[in-house]
């Protein structure tokens, strides 16, 4: 066979395993070993043939086919990559692996955080930062994230590259130390451990651990921590009883699965640790971490040793009979490998299953430690998790990065408030558990406006405030109205987004202080919709009926109020001439919003049109802005003899409009109409409309008079006056032009 026919055969072949027809990938394989005879490309055949082997399920052929590879050379870990891929999905199939089931499932043992667990580490809320989104995560945990950060909640697109800049909720923070102070103790201890860690004093370090451990035994990091101590401290066989440990008390969480991982190499227990990794690799197909470890563990069960290659083999392959579901128990270590002499494809179909599930009662036990501090007793099955390990007073462990200054906190203080603390766990914090006896409304009340919370958002700067409260101090200074930090980025933006954990407490916490707040806003509101009383009024020009007013806003003041138009519905508001006696004055035209462009700096330009005439009954004014007490106008309809000539003045002053209009120069007339748009037709019923023929209302926008002359005819309610003023002033226009 020539070498292009050879070539031609490979890419078939490659072309049949992406199609997944492993079996013709397989066959071309073996058929090409015949031609090509270079141990260097034997190697690489027999093992993308024993890939597609292992992709058809016949794990048994596929692993002989991989050993015979290893005979000519050790295997490297790009060899692996496909069987590392294949064994990995595997777990995702049979145990619905994917990142949406992994949180939902995680979430269902958070039951002893609830609310207040950071969805990115799965344990209490340590200096909550508050994303743009409105969700709230550790400050650490979003240190070390990739930037840019995805929200783990919502899964939000808009990635945040600067949370860097992002502070800790104020408001959070203080609630948190407030409630839980155990548990911002137990936190406390950690990072005191973490320093002596970094300087290898493991004794000091295990000893501030024990202690975190001891008044917080649900807490899964501090487990996998320690257990990474104890390998520092050669200690391997409590090393993996801590993993163990971490693993159970939060199931799919990668980071126990790699720390049992470890501690299993250090024993000896390779097979067992390749697992362990699969399983990291299922949850966190990211874990570069996770797949070098297993490829080297391959290569090395693959690697031929004299006498024990077969049994090797067989052992290696066993980790598919495995009866051990992973989501629960979590991968019994001590069924785990099961050697044989044979096996049937069925054997290995399942990389880890089980048909038991560990279960973690959200229900726990009251027990007291040293008279103060309140700890818990999980609800287990038969081999429940022992949260008090032997090791609990000589064994901890550190988070590889250096420990930040922490305030000290005192053990006594923590003491004397342990009647306020919950006494179902070490600080179980389900909505429920939070005794009345902390609950303050002042603790989650505005800054600025002295009330209750409605609507919270949280500035970057880490300060929250009610929603339209900040809006507002925005539109005059696009700074923290607190610490004055510059918020323009923040502004630009636009993302307004409530803080969920904020809201949630005001709901489940202080129902009926919230349903006042919100009959006040209901109130608000209402009063805002009213198009009769206390109509927001924009005192600037003349505005007509039918008639186009594109508005540039720009002042504070008239920022709140467009917004206030918009969020109501309503998108209505009044226009009237400025007044030096009144303010405004006593005759305005009601504008529709019909779009508006918001500029990064707050400005905005408002397309609107004119829809009503109306009379001011009462000046007023509303925060910064004016109001007024309104009553429409309507014109006055004519019947008979009277409606008969108001038709002929209608046409005759229409005719003479026309003359005016075409008379104007083509640049004035271009300028006019993409402004106010071209002139409308003729109407064939006068009266047909309340406000009267629109031509009229253009006619008066592009005359060339002040705003003084013009508001007479908004006033008028009689057409006939209306349309005679008209013809005065066309009648002087094309006099005045005559006599140039």
């Not at 993996?240 to 000896?268: F, N, Y």
């Not at 202080?513 to 009213?530: H, P």
């Not at 209302?697 to 005359?703: F, N, Q």
């Given at each position: 066979m020539g070498t292009a026919s050879i070539d031609c055969m490979l890419l078939l072949a490659v072309e049949a395993f992406k199609s997944k027809n492993f079996g013709l990938a397989a066959d071309i394989y073996e058929c090409q070993m015949l031609h090509l005879r270079e141990p260097g490309t034997q190697q690489d055949l027999l093992v993308k043939r024993a890939d597609a082997l292992a992709f058809a399920g016949k794990l048994n052929e596929a692993f002989e086919i991989y050993?015979?590879?290893?005979?000519?050379?050790?295997?490297?870990?790009?060899?692996?990559?496909?069987?590392?891929?294949?064994?990995?999905?595997?777990?995702?199939?049979?145990?619905?692996?994917?990142?949406?089931?992994?949180?939902?499932?995680?979430?269902?043992?958070?039951?002893?955080?609830?609310?207040?667990?950071?969805?990115?580490?799965?344990?209490?809320l340590y200096e909550p930062v508050t994303l743009p989104c409105g969700h709230c995560f550790c400050k650490k945990c979003l240190d070390r994230e990739k930037t840019p950060v995805c929200c783990k909640e919502c899964n939000d697109m808009a990635k945040f590259n600067d949370v860097d800049n992002y502070r800790v909720n104020v408001v959070l923070s203080n609630l948190l130390s407030?409630?839980?102070p155990v548990q911002l103790l137990a936190v406390h201890l950690r990072r005191d451990g973490n320093g002596p860690?970094?300087?290898?004093?493991?004794?000091?370090?295990?000893?501030?651990?024990?202690?975190?451990?001891?008044?917080?035994?649900?807490?899964?990091?501090?487990?996998?921590?320690?257990?990474?101590?104890?390998?520092?401290?050669?200690?391997?066989?409590?090393?993996?009883?801590?993993?163990?440990?971490?693993?159970?008390?939060?199931?799919?969480?990668?980071?126990?699965?790699?720390?049992?991982?470890?501690?299993?190499?250090?024993?000896?227990?390779c097979k067992e640790a390749l697992r362990e990794y699969l399983v990291v690799i299922a949850l966190d197909p990211e874990s570069n971490l996770a797949k070098t470890e297993a490829q080297k563990i391959l290569s090395d069960l693959l690697a031929p040793v004299t006498d024990q290659v077969h049994n090797r083999i067989l052992d290696c392959t066993s980790l598919l009979s495995s009866r051990s579901r992973f989501k629960g128990g979590i991968l019994n270590t001590s069924s785990c490998i099961i050697t044989t002499s044979s096996k049937s494809y069925k054997d290995y179909k399942s990389i880890i299953a089980s048909d038991e599930k560990l279960t973690l009662s959200p229900t726990m036990s009251e027990s007291k430690t040293d008279g103060s501090l309140e700890t818990c007793s999980i609800m287990k099955r038969e081999?429940?998790?022992?949260?008090?390990?032997?090791?609990?007073?000589?064994?901890?462990?550190?988070?590889?990065?250096?420990?930040?200054?922490?305030?000290?906190?005192?053990?006594?203080?923590?003491?004397?408030?342990?009647?306020?603390e919950v006494t179902q766990n070490e600080q179980a914090t389900s909505w429920s558990t939070v005794l009345a006896g902390l609950i303050d409304p002042t603790d989650l009340e505005c800054s600025l406006c002295m009330r209750l919370f409605y609507e919270p958002v949280t500035t970057p700067c880490g300060h929250t405030f009610c929603l339209k409260?900040?809006?507002?101090?925005?539109?005059?200074?696009?700074?923290?109205p607190l610490c004055k930090m510059e918020l323009k980025e923040y502004l630009a933006e636009s993302k307004y987004n409530k803080t969920?954990?904020?809201?949630?407490?005001?709901?489940?916490?202080?129902?009926?202080?919230?349903?006042?707040?919100?009959?006040?806003?209901?109130?608000?509101?209402?009063?805002?919709?009213?198009?009769?009383?206390?109509?927001?009024?924009?005192?600037?020009?003349?505005a007509f009926p039918t008639v186009p007013c594109p508005l540039h806003v720009f002042e504070p003041c008239y920022r709140l109020m467009i917004r206030r138009c918009m969020e109501m519905g309503t998108k209505q508001f009044g226009m009237c001439l400025d007044d030096n006696l009144k303010g405004f004055a006593d005759y305005g035209c009601l504008l529709e919003i019909r779009n508006v462009e918001f500029f990064a700096d707050g400005r905005s330009i408002v397309d609107t049109i004119g829809k009503r005439r109306f009379k001011v009954i009462e000046h007023h004014q509303r925060d910064g802005y004016n109001t007024a007490d309104i009553e429409y106008l309507e014109d006055i309809k004519v019947e008979g003899?009277?409606?008969?000539?108001?038709?002929?003045?209608?046409?005759?002053?229409?005719?003479?409009?026309?003359?005016?209009?075409?008379?104007?120069?083509?640049?004035?007339?271009?300028?006019?109409?993409?402004?106010?748009?071209?002139?409308?037709?003729?109407?064939?019923?006068?009266?047909?409309?309340?406000?009267?023929?629109?031509?009229?209302?253009?006619?008066?926008?592009?005359?060339?008079?002040?705003?003084?002359?013009?508001?007479?005819?908004?006033?008028?309610?009689?057409?006939?006056?209306?349309?005679?003023?008209?013809?005065?002033?066309?009648?002087?226009?094309?006099?005045?032009?005559?006599?140039?």
């Open positions: 050993r015979k590879a290893a005979e000519i050379e050790r295997l490297r870990p790009v060899h692996l990559d496909n069987l590392i891929k294949y064994l990995s999905n595997s777990i995702k199939r049979n145990h619905g692996t994917d990142s949406q089931s992994n949180r939902q499932e995680t979430n269902s043992y958070c039951v002893g955080y609830d609310a207040f667990t950071c969805r990115i580490c799965y344990r209490f407030k409630w839980f860690y970094s300087d290898k004093i493991m004794d000091s370090a295990l000893e501030k651990y024990n202690e975190a451990i001891q008044i917080a035994p649900r807490d899964h990091v501090l487990y996998s921590n320690r257990s990474q101590i104890n390998s520092s401290l050669r200690n391997y066989q409590d090393a993996l009883h801590d993993a163990e440990t971490a693993c159970k008390l939060m199931p799919l969480w990668s980071m126990g699965h790699i720390r049992k991982a470890q501690a299993l190499v250090t024993l000896g227990k081999n429940q998790v022992n949260v008090c390990h032997p090791s609990v007073t000589n064994r901890s462990v550190f988070l590889k990065r250096s420990s930040s200054e922490d305030s000290q906190v005192d053990s006594s203080d923590i003491c004397k408030r342990s009647k306020y409260c900040l809006e507002r101090c925005l539109d005059y200074n696009p700074k923290c969920v954990l904020v809201e949630n407490l005001i709901c489940e916490y202080l129902p009926s202080e919230l349903m006042d707040r919100q009959k006040v806003n209901a109130e608000e509101i209402s009063d805002l919709s009213n198009l009769n009383k206390n109509v927001p009024i924009f005192v600037c020009t003349m003899v009277t409606e008969k000539e108001l038709q002929s003045l209608h046409d005759a002053v229409y005719d003479q409009a026309l003359i005016w209009v075409n008379s104007l120069k083509a640049e004035q007339m271009e300028r006019i109409v993409g402004h106010f748009g071209p002139m409308p037709e003729k109407n064939s019923e006068p009266q047909a409309s309340p406000n009267g023929p629109s031509w009229c209302w253009w006619l008066l926008a592009v005359l060339p008079l002040q705003g003084r002359a013009q508001l007479p005819f908004l006033a008028l309610t009689s057409l006939k006056d209306r349309l005679r003023g008209i013809r005065r002033v066309l009648l002087f226009m094309t006099r005045n032009r005559s006599s140039r």
